[in-house]
């Protein structure tokens, strides 16, 4: 007949010693104890965040030949959403397979290497991550540097465009030669904004006034009496 009690205290012992600093009593009857475990620290990291979880684990009467409770006290900087779940799968699949035996560094070494494995996939991501922003960098620098690739059609697609712009400019131009040449030179020189009117022209001078009664005398005067004109010289 099996000695459950003496297979539990054994196993108690034996946890006690492995996990010294995380092994903790939380009652006698039933037996209860939890257990904390965590990722290793980086030397390289050692400021990253570390990933641990505490179990609690309840003897059944007939542990181990019956199925012990467990518990998952604390979560500690899981880096998936379903990372607590597949914790949980994990520990019911090897309390299944270990039925019979006392189980519980079995278990805590699954754990233990699940939390490594979750821990090493997050890193990937994020170097991947970092990776891809680089390569997405890099590629946006050699496009700015090597600006836009020309082909066939995008060349004739410009030349044509081109053409019409200067076949435009060109028209503009022989336009408005064609009616420089119209203007006489006193509309070009009214045109260039110098003189807006033609009485400016005038403008400052002072008024000349022309004694028309002088012109009257001049009626009646002989030309032929005053001058000795020599019709045939």
């Known amino acids: 007949m099996a000695n459950y009690e003496e297979e539990q205290r054994d196993e108690l012992e034996a946890l006690e010693s492995i996990y010294p600093d995380s092994f903790t009593i939380v009652s006698t009857v039933p037996t209860a104890f939890s257990l904390k475990i965590s990722t290793e620290e980086s030397i390289l990291d050692a400021d990253k965040a570390i990933i641990s979880v505490t179990l609690k684990f309840t003897y059944a009467k007939k542990y181990p030949d019956e199925a012990p409770l467990f518990e998952v006290l604390d979560e500690e900087n899981f880096p998936f959403e379903n990372t607590g779940e597949k914790l949980e799968v994990l520990v019911e699949e090897q309390i299944e397979e270990n039925l019979g035996c006392v189980m519980v560094f079995t278990i805590m070494s699954a754990v233990q290497e699940f939390l490594n494995q979750e821990d090493d996939r997050f890193k990937q991501e994020i170097q991947e991550e970092e990776e891809r922003k680089e390569r997405e960098m890099i ?95």
């Open 139 to 233: 590629e946006e620098q050699e496009r700015k540097c090597a600006g836009t690739k020309v082909t066939v059609a995008s060349f004739l697609a410009w030349k044509t465009d081109f053409d019409l712009k200067m076949q435009e400019i060109e028209s503009q131009k022989k336009k408005q030669e064609k009616q420089t040449k119209k203007l006489s030179g006193k509309e070009i020189f009214l045109q260039s904004g110098d003189i807006e009117d033609e009485s400016a022209l005038l403008a400052g001078e002072e008024a000349v006034e022309v004694d028309e009664s002088l012109f009257e005398e001049l009626d009646d005067i002989d030309l032929d009496d005053e001058f000795d004109i020599d019709s045939d010289s």
